[in-house]
């Protein structure tokens, strides 16, 4: 697990210092591009429905983690803003999941064998 958290903050700093970049160059106006590229049926729209796919399965994954609560659900909401709040998230998750995978991937409630 501690190799997870490693990638985890490895990839949460390369993403940082990305978006930084990419807004100090470019500015705020990924909606515009990303749903452009969406509607242009090409190539690059392409990409951002596989990746806005990935994003709606783990939001799912985290409301469904959190057995469908109202927390779980909002959890899920923002984390269809993608990395930003998946990788915090999964740190997050990964301490609280003190080393038991089970834990990490089913939430404690399902990883205890407790029925819903």
């Known amino acids: 697990m501690t190799t997870l958290r490693l990638l985890l903050v490895l990839l949460l700093a390369a993403f940082g210092a990305y ?44 409301a469904w983690r959190h057995d ?17 709040v998946l990788l915090p998230y999964l740190l997050w998750a990964t301490a609280n999941a003190r080393g038991d995978v089970r834990v990490l991937l089913l939430g404690r409630r399902r990883a205890s064998g407790t029925p819903g």
């Open 19 to 62: 978006t930084l970049a990419v807004v100090a160059n470019h500015g705020i106006g990924f909606p515009q591009v990303f749903f452009g590229d969406l509607a242009a049926m090409g190539w690059p729209g392409q990409i951002n429905l596989d990746f806005l796919i990935y994003v709606m399965l783990a939001a799912l994954w985290i």
């Open 68 to 84: 469908f609560t109202a927390a779980g659900i909002v959890l899920g909401l923002f984390a269809l803003f993608g990395a930003v």
